[in-house]
Nanobody, 117 residues
Framework: QVQLVESGGGAVQPGGSLRLSCAAS???????????MGWFRQAPEKQRELVAT???????NYGDSVTGRFTISRDNAKNTVYLQMNSLKPEDTAVYYC????????WGQGTQVTVSS
């Protein structure tokens, strides 16, 4: 199994920035064979949606609503994925979930991001 622990969420004003982190731990086999990692989010009464993903080799994919504002990165040595969020908007308010793929899909518990004036 893989455990994913997110950190860095909170409240920020529109136009502000936040950086999320997600550290993976658990089965040595699964950690050593980690594939895609990423972030999804879910706002109240909405479906979970893609924010960004990144492969082991660094290939990234972004949701349309965050392209140009958010940047995903990962440190393979630390088994950690990051999400730098800039120019935040109220519509970015959601619970952000870390995701990892390693012979199965794993999810973190989620971290709340609130963008409000």
């Amino acid at each position: 199994q893989v455990q994913l622990v997110e950190s860095g969420g909170g409240a920020v004003q529109p136009g502000g920035s936040l950086r999320l982190s997600c550290a993976a731990s658990g089965s040595i086999f699964r950690i050593n064979n980690m594939r895609t990692m990423g972030w999804f989010r879910q706002a109240p009464e909405k479906q979970r949606e893609l924010v960004a993903t990144i492969t082991t080799g660094g290939i990234t994919n972004y949701g349309d609503s965050v392209t140009g504002r958010f940047t995903i990165s990962r440190d393979n040595a630390k088994n950690t994925v990051y999400l730098q969020m800039n120019s935040l908007k109220p519509e970015d308010t959601a619970v952000y979930y870390c995701y990892a793929q390693s012979y199965g899909s794993f999810w973190g518990q989620g971290t709340q991001v609130t963008v409000s004036s």
